[in-house]
Nanobody, 126 residues
Framework: QVQLVESGGGLVQAGGSLRLSCAAS????????MAWFRQAPGKEREFVAR????????YYADSVKGRFTISRDNAKNTVSLQMNSLKPEDTAVYYC???????????????????WGQGTQVTVSS
């Protein structure tokens, strides 16, 4: 089992920045990749960014490319999401997710990830 705990959410004005962190505990050696998803009110949860644990390959949704940066610290078992130039449409609950092992399929789909955090609220005011 892997436990994930997010932190760093909050209220920020448009154009501002926030940094989210996700601390992984438990059997973290079985983690292949980690990702961030988000869910805005009345919308489905959507992929934001992903990083593979061993080679730090990164992937981003088009909507955040160039503004968000995902990174990981293997020693601390944490993954972070640096969010710059925030827009009101970035307002959502942000979730950290972990993929336990390699498998074929689309990395941006929820079913690829076995473990989820409880989410942290990000609100961007205009």
């Amino acid at each position: 089992q892997v436990q994930l705990v997010e932190s760093g959410g909050g209220l920020v004005q448009a154009g501002g920045s926030l940094r989210l962190s996700c601390a992984a505990s438990g059997r973290t050696f079985i983690t292949y990749a980690m990702a961030w998803f988000r869910q805005a009110p009345g919308k489905e949860r959507e992929f934001v960014a992903r990083i593979t644990w061993s080679h730090a390959q990164t992937y981003y949704a088009d909507s955040v490319k160039g503004r968000f940066t995902i990174s990981r610290d293997n020693a601390k078992n944490t993954v972070s999401l640096q969010m710059n130039s925030l827009k009101p449409e970035d307002t959502a609950v942000y979730y950290c997710a972990a993929q336990a092992s390699y498998s074929g399929g689309d990395y941006y789909t929820e079913r690829m990830y076995s473990y989820w955090g409880q989410g942290t609220q990000v609100t961007v005011s205009s």
